[in-house]
C-alpha cells in the first residue's frame, strides 16, 4: 500500500508544481500523518506547516508561488494584485511580496510569513483563471485590485493599454477602467 499512496500522492503533486498538503491526503483519503513517514523517509521535505514537496520533481521557479497559494489551511489562496499583474505580464511591476487572495471570512490563526500579503476578499469564479497552473485572479481583477491599492498609475495605465492590445479587455470592462475618476 506504500506505493500506492505514494503514487496518489506523487499524482495530485504533479499538478501542483510538486507540493502536496494535508488537506490534499485527507481529501485525497490518505492519513495525513503518511506525509511526516514520508518526510521521515526523506521522500517529502516539509515547507510550511502542513505544505511538503517530492523531492524527485524538478525546480521550475514556479514553485514559490504555488506554495503561496497552499499555505493558507482549509483553503486555497488565488495570486492577486502585483502578483498577478506580474504574471498576466500586464506591465513592468516587480513585486516585493506575494500576494494571495483568501475568503472574506476566512481567519489566519498563525503568523504570516513575511514575504506575503493577504488580501481577503469572496471571488467570483469569473474573477479566477489559470496562469501555468497557478490559480490567479484575471487581468481585470487584478488592475482593479492595482487600482484600489493605489499602485503607480504609470504602471496601471501600462497594465490597461496592454491588456487592450493583446485583447484580453474590451467593451465596458475596458471603459471602466479607463475612466479617469476610477
Request: charged share 30%; net charge neutral.
Amino acid at each position: 500500500m506504500g506505493a500506492n499512496v505514494r503514487d496518489i500522492l506523487l499524482d495530485r503533486a504533479f499538478d501542483q508544481y510538486g507540493f502536496v498538503t494535508s488537506d490534499d491526503a485527507r481529501s485525497l483519503g490518505i492519513d495525513e500523518k503518511r506525509l511526516v513517514d514520508m518526510e521521515r523517509r526523506g521522500t517529502l521535505e516539509r515547507v510550511a506547516r502542513g505544505v511538503y514537496r517530492f523531492k524527485l520533481i524538478p525546480h521550475t521557479g514556479r514553485e514559490r508561488l504555488m506554495e503561496a497559494v497552499l499555505w493558507p489551511r482549509r483553503t486555497r489562496g488565488t495570486l492577486s494584485h502585483d502578483t498577478a499583474l506580474e504574471l498576466h505580464d500586464l506591465c513592468d511591476i516587480n513585486p516585493t511580496k506575494v500576494h494571495i487572495t483568501v475568503p472574506r471570512a476566512y481567519r489566519i490563526n498563525r503568523e504570516i510569513p513575511p514575504t506575503y500579503t493577504i488580501h481577503h476578499r469572496d471571488l467570483a469564479d469569473a474573477d479566477r483563471t489559470l496562469v501555468e497552473g497557478l490559480p490567479t485572479v484575471t487581468p481585470a481583477r487584478s488592475i482593479h485590485d492595482a487600482i484600489a491599492t493605489h499602485v503607480d498609475p504609470k504602471l496601471i495605465d501600462q497594465a490597461i493599454d496592454t491588456a487592450r492590445r493583446r485583447g484580453i479587455l474590451r467593451g465596458e470592462a475596458l471603459t471602466h477602467l479607463e475612466d479617469p475618476a476610477r
